[in-house]
């Protein structure tokens, strides 16, 4: 929290300078209380060869309340440090020293969730990126690798006690007290830390890695979620068997462990050993967990795990290089689930999810490079960028220099920088020397932000077959290589079959003998984050969409009509004949449906037409009145096509297997869901009936969460009935309400807005847990247009209430709330107006977090 008038300091990248002191073991010593945790640390400190004599030690620390510092054993005197509200400094140490502080810390009443805090009377930790400063003092840099060794005492109520690496002696202790003792023999900087006391329950399992080791599994949550813990103990099973077989990275340790907290910030935690989640990120049962939780699940256990080796083995030289973890473990995660299921439909979703993301924040105030260059909270840069279009730029190389040299360049990578601290050039570095291709000009990927646009001309010769394609990159998209997969499609499939052009500013490409009709399929399988700008008619579109042998690109040509014709249709958009393109794109969307040649996931994302927020991020201008009205018009008028296709369909994927969460059962629980969903879109009585009747009969999640959503979502009489027979059948379940929050933070019908208010004052809100917030103000403000952009600013008002509140207890949700305006200088303007004034006078408010400021600075900057 900034107390003085004075703006943050700004850190740069340019500005990097190594420690002046490195840490060579640390001893911690934890006494757990919730209101008085003492930690005493003993650090073995060495002054880095190169650093100047007289180099102070600074060391981090906020919050601590410091007891004791010693040097080698002598206790300092108040006139030999000095302590402020972010450290501590000595201003003359020797060369090498042992140095001990003692602080006290009060995980209570630690509502920001980062340092040591209580979550459901659980002692855990959260140390990424900045939180172990808030536990000791220390230099918390991630430069700073070192051994870590932990004791834990508590009392016997709290029996449980967990930290990273092996465990060591664990027993009593007088007074009704316990402890135990870990050891970690990787050295790691302090955000890989952490800590674990509670009440918990395990389930068990154990993995033989590819040499042999055996590594003991273990989750831990509440005794009553064990139930809950099975799927992602087998999906962590797939995951390290999946990183032998494709990366050759094994793991390390004798012990695997993950826990499960109700209140935490993200996803998940990759500390070294022991990973913490998001209890919504591990828990699944077939009643509580829809397909896509398990989806999720899926993804997050191995994203996690996979950082033992990128994030953990190899970790950052600094903050600014936080792509060279995410992005590549993202890469890997999705290439993960890309083998575990159907790998078109993963590209699909994870396509879908870049640009609802990654593309808004690229073309708005809150843009910045994949590695950024300054930054004043850390905090606000695990963003869709640094994820995502992170992921992609890994991708792109593996593209540029082939699957096998790829692999070859991250072997390198992992040895050369095994124990080290690396950068973003380290990686690509490695990647250049096992392939032998110069990346230098690659770099501008990670260096610039926005999105490339690329233009696509075609010319045919008068005479004979041969077709011209130019493809040209806008001037500032520079010279860096963009990989552009490139095919003609007719009728029949593909007229030529595709290349891999390598643009730079420029490219002309040239197929001879190419039938008239064939229409080329450019940026397959989305090559590259780009934004393609080409004239094509409304029929080659439609030739695409039907015939494309590559199905991300297949698909991709229907939803980017869908989304046209919306757009148009709401008096947003230029397409001539709208009314007449939604008409083909119906009778279209019905053949796809259900040509049986297609997998079920794959047509279930031919049938899920366009979001409001799909449409803003495509639209000039968001104007929700009219955005809502264009995506109604088109799903009625693709309804008109397909009613009869959706009940068939309707009826006949319904299932009496047992529920499995495979890729096979959910892809047709998807589609049929999809089929339900659109059917709904007549705001009539036997769609309605239809669907209550699913959730009344469902027995998995999947279907009772798809019907029970698609009534709370549409202005239908039997909508309450729903939501309340759904609250009553899970009021007691935190995690499953979530979706119900979140189901009625979408919701747009009269009155919206008083609901969402109301909701804030239920029993079953809590504003302290992060889960909640997202799913009640998160969805409303991302998803709720119409509610959340009310054109007398009611929306308004009442978010900026939320989040200045919220700021005080816990500013790094707060500050990621805030972003859901990113797309504020493309409302229509009476809206743009009022929420200009909320965003300026919210950056010039007094006592904003750090977080809090640097977002509503940037916003309106
Ligand atoms: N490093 C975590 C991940 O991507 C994300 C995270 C960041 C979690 C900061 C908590 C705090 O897997
Ligand atoms: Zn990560």
Redesign the pocket.
């Known amino acids: 929290m900034r107390t003085d008038a004075a703006a943050p300091t700004v850190k740069h990248l340019a500005d990097y300078a190594p420690p002046d002191y490195e840490v060579e073991t640390v001893r911690l010593v934890f006494a757990l209380d919730p209101r008085e945790t003492v930690v005493t640390a003993i650090l073995s400190l060495r002054r880095r060869e190169g650093a100047a004599d007289d180099a102070p030690l600074v060391l981090d620390g906020e919050k601590l309340s410091l007891r004791e510092v010693a040097i080698d054993g002598r206790n300092l005197g108040a006139d030999q440090y000095e302590v402020s509200d972010s450290t501590l400094v000595i201003a003359s140490v020797p060369a090498a020293f042992s140095l001990t502080t003692v602080v006290a810390i009060d995980p209570q009443a630690n509502t920001a969730l980062s340092g040591l805090y209580l979550s459901s009377g659980m002692f855990c930790t ?1 140390c ?2 900045q939180g172990f400063r808030r536990i000791t003092y220390y230099p918390d840099r991630p430069d700073v690798l070192s051994r870590f060794s932990v004791r834990i005492e508590a009392p016997k109520s709290v029996p449980v006690l967990l930290s990273n690496g092996n465990p060591g002696a664990s027993g009593d202790l007088p007074g009704g007290r316990h402890f135990a003792e870990w050891d970690d023999p990787h050295p790691k900087p302090a955000y890989l830390f952490a800590l674990v006391g509670g009440d918990l329950a395990s389930l068990d399992d154990r993995f033989v890695t590819m040499s042999g080791r055996e590594v003991t599994l273990r989750i831990f949550v509440h005794e009553k979620d064990l139930g809950r813990c099975a799927y992602a103990l087998d999906a962590l099973k797939r995951a390290m068997r999946w990183d032998e077989e494709v990366f050759g990275r094994q793991y390390d340790l004798d012990l695997f462990m993950i826990v499960a907290v109700d209140h935490f ?6 500390n070294k050993g022991l990973n913490i989640f998001n209890a919504a990120c591990v828990l699944a049962s077939p009643e509580t967990a829809t397909d896509m939780d398990y989806e999720t699940i899926e993804a997050i256990v191995a ?2 795990y996979f ?1 033992n080796w990128s994030g953990n083995r190899v970790t950052c030289r600094d903050w600014f290089q936080l792509c060279l973890k ?1 992005g590549f473990t993202v890469f890997r995660d999705q290439e993960f689930s890309a083998d575990q299921r159907d790998r078109a439909v993963q590209r699909i979703k994870d396509v879908r999810r870049l640009w609802a993301r990654q593309f808004p924040e690229d073309a708005g105030p809150l843009a910045h490079p994949v590695r950024p260059s300054s930054y004043v909270a850390i905090d606000n840069f ?1 963003t869709a960028t640094v994820y995502d279009k992170g992921a992609e730029l890994v991708r792109m190389m593996k593209a540029l220099v082939g699957a096998e040299a790829f692999r070859a360049g991250t072997d390198r990578y992992f040895e050369k920088n095994d124990g080290t601290a690396a950068t973003v050039e380290d990686f690509v570095g490695a990647i250049e020397a096992a392939s032998g291709r110069d990346l230098s000009r690659f770099m501008a990927w990670y260096a610039e932000a926005g999105t490339p646009v690329l233009r696509v001309e075609e010319s045919r010769e008068a005479s004979g077959n041969g077709v011209t394609h130019t493809l040209t990159l806008t001037a500032e998209a520079g010279n860096r290589p963009v990989p552009v997969r490139l095919a003609l499609i007719d009728e029949d499939g593909e007229a030529a079959s595709e290349r891999l052009v390598e643009v730079e500013g420029h490219a002309n490409v040239v197929t001879e003998g190419v039938t008239p009709g064939a229409v080329a399929s450019v940026l397959r399988g989305f090559s590259a984050p780009v934004r393609v700008e080409r004239n094509l008619s409304v029929d080659e579109r439609l030739k695409l969409a039907r015939a494309d042998t590559d199905p991300f690109s297949r698909w991709q040509a229907g939803y980017a009509l869908a989304v046209d014709a919306a757009l148009s249709l709401g008096g947003l958009g230029d397409l001539e004949s709208p009314e007449l393109v939604a008409d083909e794109l119906g009778a279209a969307i019905a053949k796809s449906v259900e040509n049986e040649a297609f997998a079920p996931a794959f047509r279930a994302e031919v049938l899920r037409l366009p979001s409001l927020t799909d449409l803003a991020r495509a639209s000039r201008v968001i104007d929700p009145e009219k955005l809502q009205l264009g995506r109604e018009v088109l799903r009625s008028r693709v309804l008109s096509y397909c009613r009869p296709v959706l009940e068939s369909l309707h009826d006949g994927l319904a299932s009496d297997e047992p529920y499995d969460p495979g890729a096979l059962q959910a892809g047709r629980r998807a589609l049929r869901n999809e089929a339900l969903r659109l059917l709904l879109a007549d705001a009539d009585e036997a769609p309605a009936r239809r669907a209550l009747r699913q959730a009344e009969e469902a027995d998995n999640m999947t279907d009772e969460a798809a019907a029970t959503a698609a009534l709370a979502h549409a202005p239908v009489a039997e909508r309450e009935a729903a939501l309340a027979r759904f609250y009553d059948r899970w009021k007691d379940d935190a995690l499953v309400l979530n979706k119900w929050f979140a189901w009625q933070a979408a919701y747009t019908g009269p009155g919206a807005l008083e609901e969402v208010r109301a909701l804030t004052e239920h029993p079953a809100f809590d504003k302290g847990n992060p889960n909640k917030v997202r799913a009640l103000i998160g969805v409303f403000a991302m998803e709720n247009l119409p509610t959340f952009h009310a054109a007398d600013g009611s929306g308004y008002d009442f978010f900026f209430d939320f989040v200045s509140e919220l700021d005080g207890r816990n500013p790094q949700v707060a500050s990621r709330l805030l972003t859901a305006t990113e797309s504020w200088r493309r409302l229509e303007p009476l809206r743009r107006d009022l929420i200009e004034k909320k965003l300026r006078s919210l950056a010039e408010r007094k006592g904003l977090s750090d977080n809090l400021y640097e977002t509503a600075q940037r916003l309106v900057s």
Not at 265 to 270: D, T
């Open positions: 959260q990424e990126a910030n993200f996803g998940a935690m990759e994203h996690e950082h995410e695990y």
